[in-house]
């Protein structure tokens, strides 16, 4: 086997190494990923766009700099991916939208900005559901993404073609967004590990926004280091996002190796009641048994407010979204109709061509619970709702360090089982749902497989700004276990 | 809680969407199907229960009221669908 042929099963760390010890070129690295985009991805759909020609060139560039010793930090040489919500300067950003299905952004996200300052090559953008509004990138108007561990499942959503890349090593990284569960839906679908950090830790400038109370982004990859690492570049104040906290950002790769010793884990019976899935089930209680054998102390904590949480999300996000994406009106950017007769026409045509049906049940949800006379019963009334399950979580912090519990209830389902059941959808993230809502971090990282032969994550949250913690504990649990290093027969 | 027909013909245009009438009736059953999973909310008692507008109780931060972006109108106009001598165009708005 020659080194390009097992570059795609290093780490971001093992990957930094090998180019700053000479033992491959950051070219090398980066032709071996878009090798396997090229071989896998007709199958997967899991990329929408492909940078080769601007990463080839970034590559050279990027080798240059690490010979001269410009560059030596973590990411340098590393190829990345991009959820198609970030913003990239001179490539297409669609958000899996018609709507911006030739958009070439002019700008670079935030965090775009911070991983090409860093040494970062971006190998393409990630499908998604569109305008990340979905759990199973079926919206996606450039087709479904399909699941490396089972090819007829869905990968999960709305970040399913990132985590498709990452359980088939199409890339070491790549970044997703999480607005009820978003990243952790799908990393648990996939085998991969994600997290979601505490609202406002990251800048949302330039990424396309859903609903602003709750989208935070966050990195995708195999394992909680190579999140802690990538979470190191783009954690962190912007101006440009009046949101992002000013907060003193740790090195979050310092305390990985941390004991968990004593660490008190609260499980929320109400995420172990009906609903959950009996193999699922079995494979978390395996999983909270190996904490326990490391010294854990488990309890049981209580969310009593839980299962609000999925009806406040349907007011709260709809209404969010609605103001949003009211800026695609077809004048500045985007989709813009035929022969409109009017402004009135131009509005309302572009809008109705350009976007897909869950994104117009969206919108008109959000327009109706805003609209005169109903904004106290359902927006007001939600937001208080919020208030109580964010009461819930204070409560379990006081007794608890972190909270674990399955992200989904279930392992992935079939493509199409749910596409014309919006509610059934929805109800998948009824235990991440509440996690967004309060704000908290949460990630997935995978700890096996059910009897059908499909990935289980396991979901952990922490108390705000706790990523560190969070990731030392799933890292621990990674140096006991492989199962984040398992990969698809058919993508090995 | 049920939604009419005409009442969701009102919110697409609210929304500035032109839902052509053969989609009215399969819109208004899955909108109706969301309102009713979000009824659940109204048997909910939350008298005195401060609606909770930010995730971390934080102030919207201010900046000082100085210029910082440079000018990139031709760069951002690259995008748009139609444009004129530096203008957005729309159809004639007033005769």
Known sequence: ?492 | MAISEAEVKKVARLARLAVPDERLAAYTQNLCNILDLVDQLSAVDTTGVEPMAHPLEMMQRLREDVVTETDHREKYQAVAPEVEDGLYLVPKVIE
């Not at chain 1, 997290?195 to 859903?210: E, L, V, W």
Request: aromatic share 8%; glycine share 10%; charged share 20%.
């Open chain 1, 1 to 492: 086997m020659s080194q390009a042929d097992s570059i795609h099963t290093l780490s971001l760390k093992g990957i930094h190494d090998g180019v700053h010890t000479g033992k491959f070129s950051v070219m090398e690295a980066t032709d071996a990923y878009l090798d396997r985009i090229e071989r896998f991805n007709p199958e997967l759909n899991a990329y929408i766009t492909v940078t080769r020609e601007s990463a080839q060139a970034q590559a050279v560039d990027i080798d240059n700099r690490i010979r001269k010793g410009e560059l030596t930090g973590a990411m340098a040489g590393v190829p990345y991916a991009l959820k198609d919500l970030f913003c990239s300067e001179g490539v297409r950003t669609t958000c899996a939208s018609n709507m911006l299905s030739n958009f070439i952004s002019p700008y670079d996200a935030h965090v775009a900005e911070k991983l090409k300052a860093a040494g970062g090559v971006l190998l393409g953008k990630n499908n998604m559901d569109e305008f990340a509004m979905g759990s199973s990138n079926e919206t996606s108007a450039f087709g479904n993404v399909r699941n490396p561990w089972d090819t007829t499942k869905v990968p999960g959503g709305s970040s399913g073609g990132g985590a498709a890349t990452i359980a088939a090593r199409l890339a070491p990284m790549t970044l997703g967004t999480d607005t009820g569960g978003s990243i952790r839906q799908p990393a648990s679908f996939c085998n991969i590990t994600g997290i979601k950090p505490t609202y406002g830790r990251i800048s949302r400038y330039g990424m396309i926004a859903f609903a602003s109370s709750l989208d935070q982004c966050g990195p995708m990859a195999p394992s909680a280091e190579d999140c802690a690492i990538t979470l190191n570049v783009i954690a962190g104040l912007d101006s440009r996002d009046s949101t992002s906290v000013d907060l003193p950002v740790p090195d979050y790769t310092a305390n990985l190796n941390d004991s968990i010793e004593g660490l008190r884990i609260g499980l929320p019976k109400e995420f172990f009641a009906e609903g959950l899935d009996v193999q699922v089930g079995a494979v978390i209680d395996r999983a909270i048994k190996q904490f326990q054998a490391k010294g854990a102390i488990i309890k049981e904590v209580t969310l009593p407010n839980s299962h609000l949480a999925v009806p406040v999300y349907y007011v709260v996000a709809p209404a969010e979204c609605s103001s949003n994406l009211s800026r695609f009106d077809g004048v500045r950017f985007g989709h813009r109709c035929e022969n409109p007769k009017d402004l009135l026409d131009l509005y309302e045509r572009s809008r109705w061509e350009g976007f897909g049906d869950e994104v117009k049940r969206r919108i008109m949800i959000g327009t109706y619970a805003l609209s005169a006379g109903y904004y106290d019963a359902y927006y007001l009334k939600a937001q208080q709702v919020r208030r109580l399950i964010k009461q819930d979580f204070e409560a379990a912090f006081k007794d608890v360090d972190v909270i674990m519990g399955p992200s989904c209830p279930t392992t992935a389902f079939g493509i199409g089982a749910k596409k014309d059941d919006p509610i059934a959808m929805y109800l998948e993230d009824l235990y991440t749902i509440p996690v967004s809502l309060a704000g908290l971090p949460g990630m997935t990282f995978p700890i096996g497989f059910a009897t059908d032969g499909l990935p289980v994550g396991m979901q952990l949250v922490g108390n705000y700004f706790e990523e560190a913690r969070m990731l030392n504990i799933a890292h621990q649990y990674q140096q006991w276990t492989d199962w984040h290093t398992q990969v698809p027969a058919q993508f090995a």
